[in-house]
């Protein structure tokens, strides 16, 4: 998209905020799905490799959780900040003109 376009709509930042908060559910969830499959993995061998992703994913997951709340995209410790910035994102999504 255009430079100029995407500032005047505001997508410019919006993008970003998403793909980051978009990486963090998809770490979330690489999270739970290696803690389930180590705890039913079928040799010691197959769950310490499950172990060490999960280790990853956790650290992955700790620095995107570090990088978007250093943007102020992110409050984990504050809800009421993290719903007054959830709605202020759907009001932009809202006025984003439909291509």
Do not use: C, F
């Amino acid at each position: 998209m255009n430079p100029i376009i995407e500032y005047l709509t505001g997508m410019n930042v919006l993008t970003d905020q998403i793909i980051a908060m978009d990486l963090l559910i998809s770490a979330k969830n690489g999270v739970r799905n290696y803690a389930m499959a180590a705890t039913e993995a079928g040799t010691p061998e197959v769950k310490e490799v499950l172990i060490r992703h999960l280790e990853e994913a956790l650290d992955m997951h700790e620095q995107l959780s570090s990088y978007m709340m250093e943007k102020g995209w992110y409050h984990p410790w504050n809800p009421d900040e993290q719903v007054k910035l959830n709605l202020k994102n759907i009001d932009t999504a809202i006025q984003l003109p439909t291509l």
